[in-house]
């Protein structure tokens, strides 16, 4: 079962430049999320999704963008990469309401912006 | 400001010694949940904790939410060396689709 599944699992950007980080899962789950983790501040929601076509902002939305065109797809744009978005990024999802059921993770995504 | 407040930030002990960490906040949370993190891996759920005064044990690992379900905290018996890891706890926000966590607890068990 390969459950939630980030690409890639590290990246260098340049100042200004775009990315998109790859977020699936394999569970049929309909929540999913982004997180960013960044040392002392545990981790920050991004954005989330409570299904496909429905999203919304988190905690720290700012920098970027996401969309939900179908269950298992989620995926995470910067549009214009900052040092400050330098972080190791994480996707998740769960069956029902965050906080309710448990939460699956991908491995993560260590990015670095110079 | 953290919605969520863990203490310790960091907690070094040996082998077969007690521990307990803590979450606490202001708000009152629908849920609550522990996660263990190992480096270079994302948090696994350790338990989730949904009634106010809810005690939960696992093992050696034992877990309460507060009565007024604003805190908890996390009491490991006999600490092994395969418990290190960073501990963090999550809560559910009231009629708001989202978690929120602490910034955790990094724990080291020395053998």
């Known amino acids: 079962n390969a459950g939630v599944t980030q690409t890639p699992k590290f990246q260098v950007l340049k100042t200004g430049q775009s990315m998109t980080l790859q977020c699936a899962q394999d569970m049929n789950h309909e929540y999913m999320s982004w997180y960013r983790q960044d040392p002392g501040m545990g981790l920050r929601l991004i954005h989330y999704s409570v299904g496909a076509g429905i999203t919304d902002q988190g905690e720290v939305p700012n920098g970027y963008n996401v969309s939900r065109s179908t269950t298992e797809d989620f995926p995470l744009r910067l549009l214009s990469a900052a040092p400050s978005q330098t972080s190791v990024y994480f996707c998740a999802s769960t069956f029902g309401v965050f906080g309710n059921t448990e939460a699956f993770f991908g491995q993560g995504t260590r990015l670095t912006v110079v | ?111």
């Open chain 2, 1 to 111: 400001t953290q919605l969520l407040e863990q203490s310790p930030q960091f907690l070094s002990i040996q082998e077969g010694e007690n521990l307990t960490v803590y979450c606490n906040s202001s708000s009152v949370f629908s849920s609550l949940q522990w996660y263990r993190q190992e480096p270079g891996e994302g948090p696994v759920l350790l338990v989730t904790v949904v009634t106010g005064g809810e005690v939960k044990k696992l093992k050696r690992l034992t877990f309460q939410f507060g009565d007024a379900r604003k805190d908890s905290s996390l009491h490991i018996t006999a600490a092994q060396p395969g418990d290190t890891g960073l501990y963090l706890c999550a809560g559910g926000v009231y009629n708001n689709n989202d978690m929120r966590f602490g910034a955790g607890t990094r724990l080291t068990v020395k053998p």
